[in-house]
């Protein structure tokens, strides 16, 4: 079975630009959840979605976004970038929401400029 | 608030030795998982291990096993044999029903050979 994979692997942007973050969960899981992961801040939690649905979202202004399409595939969107932004920006999946082991994908290393 | 502490930022062991990684943790649930991950030099991060709280009896995979102590809110992970290929990055994680997964800042593994 396909592990997690995310896409890009690796971004550079300039401030004040938007990207979006693609991520395919493992066949067969239907939550993804996303974390921003820095050496000052560690791993923060910025939403999990299950079934197109949020059903939870971290303490992160609302230039950060997702979105999870029918296939449980799921992007992420960051609005007006900012240099803070630069990070390794993990997406995992699960089976379910209730309290299932989560899988990571690689991460897509994003740095703005 | 779920809470997740790793008291120990860094930590060494010799090649072959056995090293133990504290946890604690704070909840009001009485349901929940604790987990242990893995995060390599390379990035991707893996699941070690994985306890139900409802579990007395300490979960253990290959060389990794847990001290699990519900009372005292412990969750810590020994490591035995170490080998190179254990050095990494180590999260414990806290998850209860329906709500997202708190992860702790992690303690750096290094293996002395």
């Known amino acids: 079975k396909a592990g997690v994979t995310q896409t890009p692997r690796y971004l550079i942007k300039t401030r004040g630009q938007q990207v979006t973050l693609s991520c395919s969960p493992i066949s067969g899981h239907r939550s993804v959840s996303w974390y921003q992961q820095t050496p000052g801040q560690g791993l923060q939690f910025l939403f999990e979605?299950?079934?197109?649905?949020?059903?939870n979202k971290g303490n992160f202004p609302g230039r950060f976004s997702g979105r999870q399409f029918s296939n449980s595939r799921s992007e992420m969107n960051v609005s007006t970038l900012e240099l803070g932004d630069s990070a390794l920006y993990l997406c995992?999946?699960?089976?379910?929401?209730?309290?299932?082991?989560?899988?990571f994908g690689p991460g897509t290393r994003l740095t703005v400029t | 608030a779920q809470t997740v502490t790793q008291s120990q930022p860094e930590m060494s062991v010799q090649e072959a030795e056995t090293v133990t990684l504290s946890c604690t943790y704070d909840?009001?649930?009485?349901?929940?998982?604790l987990f242990w991950y893995k995060q390599p030099p390379s990035r991707q991060m893996i699941l070690v291990i994985r306890q139900e709280a409802y579990k007395q009896q300490n979960a253990t995979e290959n060389r990794f096993s847990v001290n699990f102590q519900k009372a005292a809110k412990s969750f810590s992970l020994k490591i035995s044999d170490s080998q190179l290929g254990d050095a990494a990055m180590y999260f414990c994680a806290l998850k209860t029903s329906y709500d997202k997964v708190i992860f702790g800042p992690g303690t750096s593994l290094s293996v002395i050979p």
């Open positions: 995992a999946s699960s089976l379910g929401t209730d309290s299932y082991e989560q899988y």
């Open positions: 979605y299950f079934s197109e649905t949020q059903r």
């Open positions: 909840t009001s649930e009485s349901d929940y998982y």
